[in-house]
């Protein structure tokens, strides 16, 4: 796969939407609602579509309790996953409401594996 | 109630966003995001307890509300959409919880199930039945 750089600006989107909403949910007790909504109004009217689309999508995964995602550090892991997810499956079911949380779904797994091997 | 209450709650959602995203031109992103917005501060605010509930669901039902138009082309499809969204919530309330995208699944299942509804009706129609492409799954044919 080619390193463009569209793909490493979703990938600081996600990164960066993953962590911004982890941090508003846990430690600043805004609850993972609110924090994916701010998270998502602010993308929305500062991103183009494409990014906004990636970063309110890298919002759903930092909605995860900490039983899952347990520190900042694997909210940015989980960001990067989401990412490289959000890359491959572009075409993938487009137009589907729902395909942003599927994708969320499958990083935070991912995302709970991994922390079950370095934890 | 308590049921009737969430599902009241889904549509108006589902519909809310639906509206925003493809009426007013502003995007699904905006759209469920405001929606989820709203309905995360004031929901609880106004029905305490129940409310963080009917929060969950406004927030899931958005994220069904975030299709396009050429998958479901008018407000009365996802009124149904909607409603479907509330029935798997409450059906899969212990499922998965405090995992990110639970609610984002639970809206793609709705979708896909009205679509493949859709579908199956359309290809159950006797009229187009013979111009489909493919008429079997292929296993004996």
Redesign the interface.
């Known amino acids: 796969m080619k390193i463009t750089r569209s793909k490493l600006n979703i990938i600081v989107c996600t990164v960066l939407g993953v962590t911004i909403t982890y941090f508003l949910n846990h430690h600043m007790g805004y609850?993972?609602?609110?924090s994916?909504?701010?998270?998502?109004?602010f993308?929305?009217?500062l991103l183009p579509?494409p990014l906004?689309?990636a970063t309110?999508t890298a919002s759903?995964?930092?909605?995860?309790?900490q039983?899952?995602?347990p520190n900042v550090f694997f909210a940015l892991t989980?960001g990067l996953i989401v990412g490289i997810i959000i890359i491959g499956t572009t075409q993938i079911?487009?137009?589907?409401?729902?395909?942003?949380?599927?994708?969320?779904?499958?990083?935070?797994?991912i995302t709970?594996a991994l922390t079950g091997l370095f934890s | 109630m308590e049921i009737l209450s969430i599902i009241l709650v889904s549509i108006l959602s589902g519909i809310l966003t639906y509206l925003i995203s493809n009426n007013l031109k502003k995007g699904p992103v905006f759209a469920s995001a405001i929606v989820t917005l709203v309905s995360g501060i004031f929901l609880p605010h106004f029905f305490g307890e129940f409310g963080t509930s009917l929060m969950v669901v406004a927030a899931c039902s958005s994220y069904a509300g975030m299709v396009a138009v050429k998958n479901i082309p008018n407000i009365w499809e996802m009124i149904i959409v909607s409603t479907i969204t509330a029935m798997l919530f409450i059906l899969a309330s212990s499922a998965y919880l405090g995992v990110g995208g639970r609610l984002g699944t639970i809206a793609a299942l709705s979708c896909f199930t009205w679509i493949g509804f859709k579908k199956f009706v359309y290809a159950t129609n006797l009229n187009v039945k013979n111009t489909l492409k493919y008429k079997s799954v292929g296993i004996w044919s």
Do not use: D, Q
């Open positions: 609850g993972a609602i609110i994916s909504g701010l998270v998502g109004v993308s929305a009217l579509a906004a689309g309110y759903f995964v930092g909605m995860s309790s039983l899952i995602i989980g079911y487009a137009g589907i409401g729902g395909k942003g949380g599927t994708t969320a779904a499958m990083a935070s797994l709970r």
